[in-house]
């Protein structure tokens, strides 16, 4: 899958720690597509605060994402590609 694929699902991963110690707000828009889709806007915003780059986001995880295919947990790659760039590319 290669390290940049797995950074990235370690990010998703700690989306969820941070969910299990209540770190992280449920009331936000993101939380429509459940605690999944909170995990990876919060891989997005976790990648670009720990200086991941821009284009290994672009060129090696988001086209791996984007194949997934949705569950009764996990929303289709499509919206999982959406949700992980809304939280890269979020500015205050
Ligand atoms: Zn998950």
Redesign the pocket.
């Known amino acids: 899958m290669g390290k940049p694929m797995g950074t990235a699902i370690l990010a ?2 700690l989306g ?1 720690v941070c969910q299990g110690y209540r770190l992280l707000p449920i009331d936000a828009a993101y939380m429509q597509y459940g605690l ?1 889709g909170q ?1 990876d806007y919060f891989a997005g915003r976790l990648l670009a605060a720990s200086g991941f780059p821009q284009a290994a986001l672009e060129n090696h995880v988001l086209p791996i994402l984007a194949q997934a295919q949705g569950d009764s947990t996990h929303a289709p790659g499509p919206i999982r590609v959406m949700l992980t760039k809304a939280g890269y590319y979020w500015h205050p």
């Open positions: 998703h991963e969820h999944e995990a």
